[in-house]
């Protein structure tokens, strides 16, 4: 694939694409959480060997008035003037939507909850992520790496021995994390007999994508204008 970039050596085959997903986002008082960046990593499986496909990384303009409080600059390092000229959600998921309309795949995250919460908030900007199933590398890890004290990323990536880069909890950086554990535990899951195919794997750490749209419904979305 042109301007693929192999991450992984010969590993399990699943038949279908994969997109590693990560959010950033704050949550006002009393309101639901608002993204502030996203970033996505997209993976196939092509001779044996997982590649890069595609990579996007953006962030996002919350809605006026949303706070970034201090805890999460801290632990993200994005400020409000960081934000000041980034493009609102509608207009950044709505690219990566299209971006991603590929035909059959998976969405991965770590914690996939979270961010199967912000895409169904979402959903009106990136109708097609929001009717993705996903997979969740907090379940993989449950299932192969066993009774632990924290299945947090960190943790995952202490286990395997993953240096963790000074930019940690940006969702660029966080995406290609998540997919280098990904990876692991989908190998030493099928050698443990914890899954052998996709149908395995969902049954174990599958989740039911953030919004099942209704007979009708849209699916397909035009980009606004930055």
């Known amino acids: 694939m042109n301007g693929s970039r192999r991450i992984q050596g010969p590993g399990p085959h699943l038949p279908c694409g994969l997109v590693v997903i990560d959010f950033e986002a704050v949550t006002p008082a009393g309101r639901t959480p608002e993204p502030v960046e996203v970033a996505a990593l997209a993976l196939r499986w092509i001779g044996g060997h997982w590649y890069e496909s595609a990579r996007f990384a953006s962030l996002i303009r919350p809605p006026e008035g949303t706070p970034i409080p201090e805890t999460n600059t801290r632990i993200t390092g994005i400020t409000e003037e960081m934000l000041e000229n980034a493009r609102g959600a509608a207009q950044v998921l709505g690219e990566l939507d299209r971006r991603l309309s590929m035909p059959d795949y998976r969405l991965v995250a770590h914690g996939a909850g979270t961010e ?111």
């Open 116 to 226: 199967a919460l912000l895409l169904r908030a979402q959903r009106a900007h990136c109708p097609t992520l929001a009717a993705t199933p996903l997979i969740d590398t907090v379940a993989m890890a449950r299932a192969v790496l066993g009774r632990r004290d924290s299945f947090r990323l960190d943790a995952v990536l202490a286990h395997y021995e993953v240096p963790i880069p000074p930019d940690r909890h940006r969702a660029g950086p966080d995406v290609a994390l998540t997919a280098q554990i990904f990876l692991r535990l989908l190998a030493d899951g099928q050698r443990a007999g914890r899954w052998s195919d996709l149908a395995g794997l969902e049954r174990a750490a599958g989740r039911a994508p953030a919004h099942r749209p209704e007979a009708g419904e849209q699916t397909q979305i035009e980009v606004p204008a930055a």
